[in-house]
């Protein structure tokens, strides 16, 4: 049979977390009790005055188009925030409004980066990186994040991996999936290497940055120069618990602002206008609830980390952001997709292979502590059984 389908979309890869987790509720549906350490996503409902605030919106008419690029009021508050936190000068102009942020990893990298053009993204890393990468024609160079460097850059590496044909570097701070966090010094050696040219730009991934346990977040935008060479991703699912509102946005100079709104016009039209008003709530209300919920996740940190590190062939770092550890399992004596299943079918706890992130996740797991400390334990406590009876 004659395939109807484009060539491009056989370099289109995907999310492994959907399809365990699409494993764990064939399990669910036969009676097994499945933990799910598995998916990204906070635990935690949507804070009160958000979900208030998009109800009011509904009632007020909130229902119809909207720009593109965003309603006039969100633009204004994100373009607020990003200034204070990252110390640089924002207007409304510079920023789009998306449904969730995967549209800008999408846009940004439609928008700038040429068939046959470099593109430098983490390894492990997020995989829809690589995945669009290949699908715009470019060529994909990863930047191994290795445990030995706390899963930060190899500044020689890097240094030597930029070169003429490098359009783009795409960075993930705090990172998914080690939980790693790039220094001052990390990002300095980009900037240096970088220098005058115009030429490169950096898709900053900062949708973790208010979820970090010690020091502080770092931004490649608030360095001299840096700004109008980065595009700042980010969005309300992680620190507001929003993930199934689909809202993101990027931060980028006003040139390619107009391009990515383009975009949005030719693919979504806009992001739901009621779902933005509950964005500026979130912006300008209490961060209590999210404060609260990093503390919750500080403490789950520790027990999901002091527990893997009893377990006989796993040894685990603690991670410094985000909500996930990547534990090293090369002393169990099985590959991370082979012990993934294992865990699942034999101790009922769906986790995710290093390998779903890239070829440098070889030989450890993803473990997500968006759960409750309850289950953590007795996950851990189900882990150790069945890798004692092997």
Not at 102 to 119: R, S, W, Y
Not at 171 to 179: A, I, Q, Y
Not at 323 to 336: E, K, L, S
Request: glycine letters at 8%.
């Amino acid at each position: 049979m004659v395939s109807i389908f484009a060539k491009r979309m056989e370099t289109l890869g995907t999310e492994t977390a959907f399809e365990v987790l699409a494993k764990a509720r064939a399990l669910e549906k036969q009676g097994k009790e499945v933990i799910h350490l598995e998916i990204g996503e906070p635990d935690f409902d949507t804070p009160k005055y958000i979900k208030e605030a998009a109800i009011k919106a509904l009632n007020d008419g909130y229902t119809h188009y909207v720009p593109s690029a965003g309603i006039p009021e969100l633009r204004e508050a994100i373009a607020e925030h990003i200034a204070k936190t990252r110390n640089i000068e924002v207007s409304p102009e510079e920023v789009v409004v998306t449904p969730g942020a995967k549209p800008i990893m999408f846009f940004a990298i439609l928008a700038c980066v040429n068939p046959g053009e470099e593109v430098l993204y983490p390894n492990p890393g997020f995989p829809i990186y690589e995945s669009l990468i290949n699908f715009v024609g470019a060529r994909a160079v990863p930047i191994p994040l290795l445990e030995k460097n706390d899963f930060r850059i190899d500044h020689e590496y890097v240094k030597k991996k930029i070169t003429k044909k490098t359009k783009m570097i795409i960075l993930n701070s705090p990172e998914n999936p080690t939980g790693g966090v790039l220094t001052k010094e990390d990002l300095k050696v980009i900037v240096d290497c970088i220098g005058d040219r115009d030429d490169v730009l950096v898709l900053s991934d900062e949708i973790y940055d208010r979820i970090i346990y010690e020091g502080k977040h770092e931004s490649i935008a608030s360095f001299p120069g840096m700004k109008e060479k980065t595009i700042i991703l980010n969005g309300f699912s992680k620190i507001y618990a929003m993930t199934g509102w689909r809202l993101g946005y990027g931060v980028m100079r006003k040139d390619l602002a107009q391009k990515v709104a383009q975009l949005m016009t030719n693919s979504n039209s806009c992001t739901s206008a009621f779902i933005q008003m509950a964005g500026v709530a979130a912006l300008k209300g209490s961060q209590k609830d999210s404060e609260r919920m990093v503390e919750e996740f500080k403490k789950r940190r520790e027990v999901i980390v002091s527990g893997l590190n009893k377990i006989k062939g796993i040894t685990c770092k603690k991670p410094r952001g985000a909500f996930y550890v990547f534990p090293n399992i090369t002393g169990t004596g099985m590959d991370c997709r082979k012990l993934g299943d294992y865990l699942l079918y034999e101790a009922g706890v769906a986790v995710l292979p290093g390998t779903s992130f890239g070829s440098y996740g070889e030989g450890y797991l993803r473990l997500s502590f968006a759960n409750s400390v309850e289950n953590i334990k007795k996950a851990l406590e189900r882990i150790s059984a069945v890798l004692e009876k092997r």
